[in-house]
């Protein structure tokens, strides 16, 4: 022992190997904690005189920022189910809330039309601003950090009548002056769904003259694009004319080429997107499944792909089986069938495996999970997205190295989001952490049963704050709303 003077610390996580989040290569480095933040990084040899409250033996794992999924459906899950054990054993500390045009705030007084009602039912739709809905998630304390994006959807259904049509002038004066408070509370940004038909009928003005607002705010604008398949480079263009026209950052939310149809054109959306990335912040999201997730409609049923019913308010016993089965049990068309379930939600097998894999790989691709806490048969992203990409990804299929897939789910998140101070582990960072066996770290859900905790993770903190141990959840919650500006 070195005659150093003893240094004390809250947590000290010994003989890991270190990916930092930035896309850097693993290092043998120790890393201590002082309440919410990293005190402390240090190579074995020297940091024998650490002592820590707590020491975490990371012998033959991985040390690693806390994942960050940059596409949730969680804004009502963090109240409801503020353990989020679906997000905590995957090693997630921070979810981005809202997408989709979907965010439970700022409206109140609404029978939620498909998308909103992923979101859950009337009595959950409470919160007439912004800021009441941050401060409700403060008080919760849920045990991820929280980042909020306002829903056009949202936005339209609070000040719309009919949201079948486009926004007149007034109208769009009042969704500026929500978005605007909203973000002045907290928000990080815009999302918008404009596949749905909630939002459908606004037209590329109508979002230009919202995603302005976000412009000299710092916010960021997320789209769920109007058309993912046949018409997806019309769609990228739209997008990337909004993200210019407004002068703001975008994400391509979910990028995918769906329906048969589309199948294999990844390499052309990828370089429009290489191209777009010349002139405009554009970044995207993706998840590591040929399977799409989301309400079920009538309108999008057909037979050329299977589709799986996640959840149904008048046939709860559907929940994981075929529509094409259900609709044969019943003697009757998939369209029928579909009617007779609604509302519900599906899976809609409409991707093609090389696409996503291409997709993953492409450098500026983020991870987001779209996971959807309300289906009582979800989709398997919700608890396996983060160990699948470390796992099935890149260590049994090799598409990227494990320095790269760390950085897709941390550090290119929080640059891309601006998350200040998250998603890399460096002196004076907030301490979201997680560790992970490399050889060992497995999702474990699947399509049949989704309700799967995954293999391989084994200590996640919060904020300094041990949120799993040995896999184990443990009581004490310390998420935070996270800003970006
Ligand atoms: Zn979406
Ligand atoms: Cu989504």
Same mark, same amino acid.
């Given at each position: 022992m070195s005659d150093t003077e003893a240094e004390n610390f809250d947590v000290v996580i010994r003989d890991g190997q270190l990916i930092?989040?930035?896309?850097?290569? =693993?290092?043998?480095?120790?890393?201590?904690?002082?309440? #919410?933040?990293?005190?402390?990084?240090?190579?074995?040899?020297? +940091?024998?005189?650490?002592?820590?409250?707590? /020491?975490?033996?990371?012998?033959?794992?991985?040390?690693?920022?806390?994942?960050?999924?940059?596409?949730?459906?969680?804004?009502?899950?963090?109240?409801?189910? $503020?353990?989020?054990?679906?997000?905590? %054993?995957?090693?997630?500390?921070?979810?981005?809330?809202?997408?989709?045009?979907? +965010?439970?705030? $700022?409206?109140?007084?609404i029978d939620p039309p498909p998308p909103l009602n992923l979101l859950g039912g009337r009595e959950y739709f409470q919160f007439a601003t912004m800021a009441a809905y941050l401060a409700a998630v403060t008080d919760t304390r849920p045990s991820v950090n929280v980042a909020a994006l306002v829903g056009h959807s949202t936005l339209r259904a609070g000040a719309m009548d009919d949201?079948?049509?486009?926004a007149t002038g007034d109208e769009i004066a009042a969704m500026r002056e929500k978005l605007a408070a909203s973000l002045d509370a907290g928000a990080i940004g815009l999302s918008t769904g404009l596949y !749905?038909?909630?939002?459908?009928?606004?037209?590329?003005?109508?979002?230009?003259?919202?995603? /302005?607002?976000?412009?000299?705010?710092?916010?960021? !604008?997320?789209?769920?694009?109007?058309? #993912?398949?046949?018409?997806?480079?019309?769609?990228?263009?739209?997008?990337?004319?909004?993200?210019?026209?407004?002068?703001?950052?975008?994400?391509? +939310?979910?990028?995918k080429c769906s329906q048969p149809a589309n199948w294999g054109r990844s390499?052309?959306?990828?370089?429009?997107? /290489? /191209?777009a990335r010349k002139t405009t912040t554009m970044g995207l999201d993706a998840y590591p499944y040929a399977a799409g997730s989301t309400v079920l409609d009538p309108d999008w049923v057909h037979d050329r792909i299977r589709i799986m019913i996640t959840k149904s308010e008048p046939h709860p016993e559907a929940s994981g089986r075929d529509i094409a089965d259900i609709a044969k049990d019943w003697g009757c068309s998939l369209k029928e069938a579909a009617v007779k379930l609604s509302p519900a939600g599906a899976i809609y097998f409409q991707m093609d495996e090389a696409d996503v894999q291409r997709i993953l790989a492409y450098p500026p691709t983020m991870?987001? +999970?779209?996971?959807?806490?309300?289906?009582?048969?979800?989709?398997?992203?919700?608890?396996?997205?983060?160990?699948?990409?470390?796992?099935? !990804?890149?260590?049994? #299929?090799?598409?990227?190295?494990? #320095?790269?897939?760390?950085?897709?789910?941390?550090?290119? %998140?929080?640059?891309? *989001?601006?998350?200040?101070?998250?998603?890399?582990?460096?002196?004076?960072?907030? =301490?979201?952490?997680?560790? *992970?066996?490399? =050889?060992?770290v497995k999702d474990l859900a699947t399509f049949e049963k989704p309700l799967q905790q995954s293999a391989g993770i084994d200590y996640v903190l919060v904020n300094g704050t041990m949120s799993l141990m040995l896999g184990n959840l443990c009581p004490d919650r310390a998420g935070q709303v996270v800003r970006n500006h």
């Open positions: 930092d989040g930035t896309g850097g290569p =693993a290092r043998a480095l120790d890393v201590a904690i002082s309440g #919410e933040r990293i005190a402390a990084i240090a190579a074995p040899a020297d +940091s024998g005189h650490w002592w820590g409250k707590l /020491e975490i033996d990371a012998s033959d794992r991985v040390l690693a920022p806390g994942f960050i999924d940059v596409h949730t459906h969680d804004d009502n899950a963090v109240l409801r189910d $503020p353990a989020m054990a679906a997000k905590i %054993s995957q090693g997630v500390t921070t979810v981005v809330v809202g997408n989709c045009g979907i +965010s439970l705030a $700022p409206i109140t007084d949201l079948k049509r486009g !749905y038909k909630t939002a459908a009928a606004a037209d590329m003005e109508e979002v230009i003259a919202l995603a /302005e607002i976000l412009s000299d705010r710092g916010g960021i !604008y997320t789209t769920h694009m109007r058309d #993912e398949a046949n018409h997806i480079i019309d769609s990228l263009t739209e997008t990337q004319t909004t993200a210019q026209r407004a002068n703001v950052p975008v994400v391509v +939310s979910h990028h390499p052309e959306t990828l370089a429009f997107i /290489e /191209e991870i987001g +999970s779209d996971g959807l806490p309300h289906d009582e048969h979800p989709h398997p992203r919700l608890w396996g997205t983060f160990p699948r990409v470390l796992g099935h !990804y890149s260590r049994d #299929e090799g598409l990227f190295d494990l #320095e790269t897939a760390v950085h897709k789910m941390t550090g290119l %998140s929080a640059q891309t *989001f601006g998350l200040k101070d998250r998603g890399v582990v460096r002196e004076g960072a907030f =301490a979201d952490l997680v560790v *992970f066996n490399p =050889a060992t």
